[in-house]
């Protein structure tokens, strides 16, 4: 019972502050922003940004709550706003090649991003994809990532590798959380299946993006959408 508690906890943990990376600036549509710089949400209804993020949005700033880049799944966007060079034409499944070039994605927080361990210029971001109709809706059936070196053009950073498969042909729930290692420097990636009880568990470490492993535990959902909520480092749902 306590090792089930730990690891429902773990899932949902929300981190705001880690080393030299934050989240306090959360990107939600066009013109429309959150930031906690102050310790308080402040909305800005005048951001820079110009893309529909809709119900998946990641972005990651720098320890003062600046942006170095953020996401819908779709594209990534540099600080300015505009795409980042080879930040498109990534995220391919039978139903998401519909909506990537739409700049809009129905999916509920199907992305995340994690800075390497052991290199403060780059990071994971990793988004899934939609493959499967299951009773009526878009499901999973990829987990993905790409790299993001932010020193490369002038500072504004370049999608250096992308669609990069980490779990390959499952149906999978409509949502990623991420968690700090205990061991302070690494990270778990967490997704569940469709319905049941069964979790993807993927280690990131200075090693890369490890093979997948599963975990059964918990309630066994007999639906799609449980449990898909909650917080973590950087992607909100």
């Known amino acids: 019972m306590k090792k089930i508690k730990l690891f429902i906890a773990l899932c949902f ?15 939600l549509g066009a013109n429309l922003s959150l930031d906690f710089i102050t310790g308080q949400g402040v909305v800005n209804l005048n951001d820079s940004n110009q893309s529909t993020m809709n119900f998946t949005n990641t972005s990651i700033t720098d320890r003062n709550g600046k942006i170095i880049f953020y996401s819908n799944a ?11 060079s080879n930040g498109s034409g990534f995220n391919h499944g039978f139903y998401s090649d ?12 199907a992305a995340t991003i994690i800075p390497f361990p052991n290199d403060t210029n780059k990071f994971y971001l990793l988004y899934l994809n939609m493959d499967w109709n299951v009773d009526g809706a878009y499901m999973p059936g990829k987990l993905y990532y790409l790299v993001v070196d932010k020193t490369l053009n002038g500072g504004l950073g370049d999608v250096v590798i992308k669609d990069q498969v980490v779990i390959n042909n ?9 968690v700090k290692h205990g061991n302070g420097k690494d990270w778990w990636i967490i997704v569940r299946k469709h319905k049941g009880n069964t979790y993807y568990k993927v280690l990131i470490d200075s090693n890369g993006v490890h093979s997948p492993t599963k975990q059964i535990v918990g309630n066994n959902f007999s639906y799609s959408f449980a449990s898909e909520g909650g917080g973590d480092f950087n992607a909100r749902g």
């Open 170 to 178: 499952d149906t999978l729930g409509n949502n990623i959380s991420s």
């Open 98 to 109: 519909q909506y990537v070039n739409t700049d809009y994605y129905p999916l509920v927080k």
């Open 13 to 27: 943990l929300s981190l705001n502050v880690f080393s030299q990376f934050t989240n306090l600036n959360w990107k």
């Open 74 to 84: 779709c594209k990534v966007y540099n600080r300015n706003g505009d795409t980042m």
